[in-house]
């Protein structure tokens, strides 16, 4: 009878072990912050949350979150996942990454539609990774081969406008980035820059008026806001290059563009490696965006008359 008992003392012991070591059997909670309900942030959503359900099924669960392009918002959402203790934060563009880094030192963060991350956290001598609780993936388009689309398909322009909200310092930095590739392709560039959604139109209105062509980086208050732009646009007939395909769907003629699903499926195959296998976010190095692809708005290149290499893939219809 004491060897019975003896036996089931230690088969019990060894069935309580296993649950305390096998990480692989845990549930996961996720806090999603996102910015701004838009395309490409919507997809890169998507994409996270298929790599993790496609890892582990019932395992993980979501506390998604939308700020509604209120950037104190993203404070609030970021501090509520902290006290719910979720297990990591995928933080969907640049004001969500920052909140969630004021928010936490511990909690793994990864970012994701994300242009900078030198930029975004204030991170002096870049060496890939950021010595912190976060990692993620970038969306950063080559910026060269940005400005190469806009000298492709307008050669003979002069003065190119570059618009962004001066609150994203990604757009900022993604400005004077190709700044330098556009002024050495023999153009004048200037920059016109918007506090917010209010301002907008007026900046458009000028940028219009005084551009042959305008550029839209990667910025979330335009992509936003892309009606505005385009109305004001299009009736002047200045076409628009834009940093992603989202955008350009909107009021662009062509961009150089990501999936931005593949870019949160990638971000989240990150996030089953540090909850799963352990993976330490501050060693992680960011991860460039897929392969990028020209395309065009077939309907704004035929109302403004521009003629689009083969080479291009047409922006499908909503």
Known sequence: MKKKLSALLLAAIMVLSLTACGGKNENYNVGIIQLVQHPALDAATQGFRAALTEKLGDKVSFDEQNASGDVPACAIIANQLVSAKVDLIMANATPALQAAQSATAEIPVLGTSVTDYATALGIEGWTGVTGKNISGTSDLAPL???????????????????????????????????????????????????????????????????SDVIYLPTDNTVAS????????CVPVGVPIVAGESGICAGCGVATLSISYYDLGYATGLMAYEILVNGADPATMEIQCAPPFTKQYNAEISEALGVTIPSDYEAIAAE
């Open 225 to 232: 806001n892309t009606e505005i732009i385009k109305n004001v």
């Open 144 to 210: 060269d081969q940005q400005a190469a689309v806009l000298n492709e398909l307008f050669p003979d322009a002069k003065n190119v406008g570059i618009l962004y909200c001066s609150a994203e310092p990604n757009s900022k930095y993604q400005s004077d980035v190709i700044t330098e590739y556009l002024t050495g392709m023999g153009y004048a560039c200037r920059e016109y820059t918007f506090s917010d959604s209010n301002d907008l139109q007026t900046v458009a209105v000028a940028a219009a008026a005084e």
